[in-house]
């Protein structure tokens, strides 16, 4: 019988074998690894633990609106609400969402919230933006998997509609 063989995962920072994070290397007759801490019994077809964990990259992917697309402005007399839709997509086994939604520049997002569904709209009702803040706006995401927020998206620009431009006269 071939005897087995162990690879730990050490750490570039400090040089250390990481006990958690080992990987046994044995041959199909191999009945035992050695581990960190000493043997361990496997049988065939035990999976590795490893592949059972969160996927690599829980990052959403942004889909709508585009980068530089151009949402929705209310009107000066308060006749139209503000209306705009996000969309990203679903990562696997994720429980919740944050959304955050700001003007660059702001102190606090205008959204921030959090969902359970990969889209979100926001309404405003008698709102606008003025000339000065319709441009430089941003949105990104993250997704929470196994009570973990994970990376936020790369972050996407919009700017708003001139005010008054859709307004009922």
Not at 1 to 7: G, H, K, Q, R, T
Not at 130 to 145: L, Q
């Amino acid at each position: 019988m071939n005897a087995p063989a162990f690879a730990g995962i050490t750490s570039r920072r400090s040089g250390t074998c990481h006990p958690l994070l080992f990987l046994c290397l044995c041959s199909a007759l191999a009945s035992a690894c050695v581990g960190p801490t000493g043997p361990s019994q496997i049988s065939a077809g035990t999976r590795s633990p490893v592949s059972e964990g969160p996927p690599l990259s829980v990052e959403p992917s942004l889909l709508s609106p585009g980068d530089g697309a151009v949402l929705d402005n209310g009107c000066s007399d308060r006749s139209d609400d503000i209306s705009w839709e996000f969309d990203w997509s679903d990562v696997q086994r994720a429980t919740r969402y944050h959304l955050i939604v700001q003007h660059r520049g702001g102190t606090a997002p205008l959204i921030n919230r959090f969902t359970s569904s990969s889209s979100y709209l926001y309404v405003d009702p008698s709102a606008y933006i003025i000339e000065p803040n319709r441009f430089d706006w941003e949105w990104k995401v993250e997704a929470e998997v196994d009570g973990v927020f994970g990376r936020y998206s790369q972050a996407r620009t919009f700017s708003v509609e001139p005010l008054d431009a859709d307004c009922r006269r």
